[in-house]
Nanobody, 114 residues
């Protein structure tokens, strides 16, 4: 069983930055494929960024060159550094892990507004 706990969401002005964190349980965290998804009311949850156990990353076109996903295997934690935030980045952000099955965190709200 994997538990995921996100933190770091909040309210930020357009052009600002936030860093999300996701702490995961489990002794084989380094083997997990990890990702960040986001969802707005009435829309499907969408992938934002993915990082493999080997550190390879992939980003949605809408966040390329603005967001950076990273992982610290020693801390069982992944991060999402979000820069140049736009109002359309407003969503609940969810941490995702895959290790035999999919696990989700509880979500953290990110609101980009002036």
């Amino acid at each position: 069983q994997v538990q995921l706990v996100e933190s770091g969401g909040g309210l930020v002005q357009p052009g600002g930055s936030l860093r999300l964190s996701c702490a995961a349980s489990g002794s084989i965290f380094s083997m997990y494929v990890m990702a960040w998804y986001r969802q707005v009311p009435g829309k499907q949850r969408e992938s934002v960024a993915t990082i493999t156990s080997g550190g390879s990353t992939n980003y949605a076109d809408s966040v390329k060159d603005r967001f950076t996903i990273s992982r610290d295997n020693a801390k069982n934690t992944i991060y999402l550094q979000m820069n140049s935030l736009k109002p359309e980045d407003t969503a609940v952000y969810y941490c995702y892990a895959f290790q035999g099955r999919i696990y989700w965190g509880q979500g953290t709200q990110v609101t980009v507004s002036s």
